[in-house]
């Protein structure tokens, strides 16, 4: 079974600030994750993965995040936010041993980055 | 490009009555997933898809029905619609089992309401 946590429904930040949107995961085997952004009356897009080999991995719209094998954590984060970057995140992981590469979702952390 | 293609974008039913959601996608993908977003519980897997002609069932099928005649077409039935099934649904494509590592790619969803 896998499954995925974001501990913070919302999460708000001064615009210039740095931001982190926190993650954990749970999967029996080794683990593929992902962060999707949301926008408003928008599907999810994609922002960033990890895979293998480095633990910090670099993503579209100047996110990062760090994969923390220990702690299974994936944590999303931003050295200096945007008013723009307000928007619903998800973290999803996959074992890559799943049937059918179903992903499981997190519920959702609502970013609201203020001017 | 299109990508993955929902229709249609809003629709309001009455208790009872039936209707087909379409999706489409242009990206030759072997896997395509059906989804329904709810306030605060993020994503729900509804039925899913590793190939045409082959339909599975997710974490919440009660009540829907699926179809992959063709490869590029994903069908999600509602057959006699109930209020617990107003939500926003989301369609989702995915390169096949050799690129498991590979993100999936979402459609703008379909606005559902059941009076």
């Known amino acids: 079974a896998q499954s995925v946590a974001q501990p913070e429904d919302q999460v708000n930040v001064a615009e210039g600030n740095p931001l982190t949107v926190k993650c954990t995961y749970s999967?029996?085997?080794?683990?593929?994750l992902f962060w999707y952004v949301q926008y408003p009356n928008r599907g999810l897009q994609f922002l960033l993965k990890?895979?293998?080999?480095?633990?910090l991995v670099k993503g579209s719209y100047g996110f990062e995040a760090e994969f923390n094998k220990s702690q299974t954590s994936f944590h999303l984060k931003k050295p200096s936010a945007l008013v723009s970057d307000s928007a619903l995140y998800f973290c999803?992981?996959?074992?890559?041993?799943?049937?059918?590469?179903?992903?499981?979702f997190g519920d959702g952390t609502t970013l609201t980055v203020k001017p | 490009n299109a990508g993955v293609t929902q229709t249609p974008k809003f629709r309001v039913l009455k208790t009872g009555q039936s209707m087909t959601l379409l999706c489409a996608q242009d990206?030759?993908?072997?896997?395509m997933y059906w989804y329904r977003q709810d306030p605060g519980m993020g994503l729900r897997l509804i039925h899913y898809?590793?190939?045409?002609?082959?339909?599975a069932k997710g974490e919440v099928p009660d009540g829907y029905n699926v179809s992959r005649l063709k490869k590029q077409n994903f069908l999600l039935g509602l057959e006699s619609a109930a209020p617990s099934q107003t939500s926003v649904y989301f369609c989702?494509?995915?390169?096949?089992?050799?690129?498991?590592?590979?993100?999936?790619?979402f459609g703008d969803g379909t606005r559902l309401s059941i009076l």
């Open positions: 999967v029996s085997g080794n683990p593929y």
């Open positions: 999803a992981v996959r074992d890559i041993n799943t049937n059918a590469g179903k992903s499981t």
């Open positions: 989702a494509s995915r390169a096949s089992s050799t690129y498991s590592n590979q993100p999936q790619h």
């Open positions: 990890y895979i293998t080999g480095d633990n």
């Open positions: 990206m030759n993908h072997e896997y």
């Open positions: 898809s590793v190939g045409e002609g082959t339909t």
